[in-house]
């Protein structure tokens, strides 16, 4: 099973900054399966990028992923206000079970 | 735009069988495009993977899970359904349904959820 940590655990930032969310897996994804995900409070999480760098449609910009192999990165280059959420990321690149990271929650500062 | 929506009971007593079921609309559960899954989520933690399903029937499941897990999928009414045995307390959780690009083995990114439910296990 591959085991998927993110860090930090809290990010507290202003609005406009630049938010860096990392995902380490205990070993290499395959084919950079990897997708990251946004939850609110009381809502179903909601897709943000898929395959390590691909948007989900509706997804501006100012979100990426980049990374391969064991060490992965959510980029959000301005914050702005409906930003501040738990971030999960996920590995779907071998065998199963697919898994979560433990999450980073984005926090205003 | 495609929906899910998750149907159960919300309170089941220790050592039962949770049984759910979700609806997809707007949008077909046979297309090849996709795997259909379940996610479940304790109060105040992270997701879990439960497992996934295909048109034909494939099954995918979390081995941590494996031996109590059932899912299951009906075409003709375009649902598919989870089944959980011999819950304990730790089972209490708000369980998604969800759609997942087929990528590989069963796995691939969830691209659109059900609004999730919870579930509570108590006597």
């Known amino acids: 099973e591959i085991v998927l940590t993110q860090s930090p655990g809290t990010l507290s930032l202003s609005p406009g900054e630049r938010a860096t969310l990392s995902c380490r897996a205990s070993q290499s994804v395959n084919s950079n399966y990897v997708a990251w995900y946004q939850q609110k409070s009381g809502q179903a999480p909601r897709l943000l990028i898929y395959g390590a760098s691909i948007r989900a449609t509706g997804i501006p910009d100012r979100v990426s992923g980049s990374g391969s192999g064991t060490d992965f990165t959510l980029t959000i280059s301005r914050l702005e206000p409906e930003d501040f959420a738990m971030y999960y990321c996920q590995q779907y690149g071998s065998s199963p079970p697919w898994t979560f990271g433990q999450g980073t929650k984005v926090e205003i500062k | 735009q495609l929906q899910l929506q998750e149907s159960g009971p919300g309170l089941v007593k220790p050592s039962e069988t949770l049984s759910l079921t979700c609806i997809v609309s707007?949008?077909?559960?046979?297309?090849?495009?996709?795997?259909w899954g379940w996610i479940r989520q304790p109060p105040g933690k992270g997701l879990e993977w439960i497992g996934s399903?295909?048109?034909?029937?494939?099954?995918y499941y979390n081995p941590s899970l494996r031996s109590r897990v059932t899912i299951s999928v009906d075409t003709s009414k375009n649902q598919f359904s989870l089944k959980l045995s011999s819950l304990t307390a730790a089972d209490t959780a708000v369980y998604y349904c969800a759609r997942s690009l087929a990528a590989a083995g069963g796995g691939g990114p969830l691209d659109d959820w059900g609004q999730g439910t919870l579930v509570t296990v108590s006597s």
């Open positions: 399903i295909y048109y034909s029937g494939s099954t």
């Open positions: 707007a949008g077909s559960i046979s297309s090849s495009r996709y795997y």
